[in-house]
């Protein structure tokens, strides 16, 4: 399965949604943009998405506050990475988690986790949180990253639900 991420102007985006009734792309915005975000084994309908493999997931996404983790993992520890397991069990006991993905780049080296959780609040608290310090945080991923410092890329983006 893949995901497709992209961005742009609401009104622009939510024609893309009107005219696709059928397919499941969820519209959310955040600070800077407003966002479509599609898992699905056919092909995008967006233009120039970012396109990832879902590698790792957790129950079902719906439009529910989502949290973004971008990071670069090098080339070289792509295959560790890829492998390593986070305890799925101990995430489940933080009050108000919801879904999980892992998605890898189709190209490059910038995954991201998508965690999504029943609200705002919970979100926050659990950035706060033991987990969030030792598998998500970037102290936590930077073994995964390049020596070149300088390539290395690590942010969050917080996406709410768009309201009609």
Avoid: C, W
């Avoid at 309908?45 to 396109?51: M, N, R, V």
């Avoid at 609040?121 to 987990?131: L, P, R």
């Amino acid at each position: 399965m893949k995901t497709y991420i992209t961005y742009g102007t609401e009104y622009f985006l939510k024609q893309i949604v009107n005219n696709n009734k059928t397919r499941d792309i969820f519209t959310f915005v955040a600070e800077d943009n407003t966002y479509l975000y599609e898992e699905t084994d056919q092909e995008t309908l967006f233009s120039a998405p970012q396109t990832f493999d879902v590698i790792r997931q957790d129950a079902v996404l719906l439009e529910l506050p989502m949290l973004m983790i971008y990071f670069v993992v090098s080339d070289t520890r792509q295959d560790v990475f890829d492998t390593h397991e986070l305890p799925l069990e101990d995430l489940h006991q933080y009050e108000g988690y919801h879904a999980l993905r892992l998605l890898k780049p189709v190209r490059g080296e910038t995954y991201a986790y998508v965690l999504q959780f029943d609200s705002k609040a919970h979100m926050t608290d659990f950035k706060k949180s033991s987990f969030f310090r030792k598998y998500l945080s970037e102290d936590a991923l930077k073994q995964y990253q390049s020596a070149d410092f300088i390539n290395n890329i690590y942010y969050t983006k917080h996406l709410f639900p768009l309201e009609d």
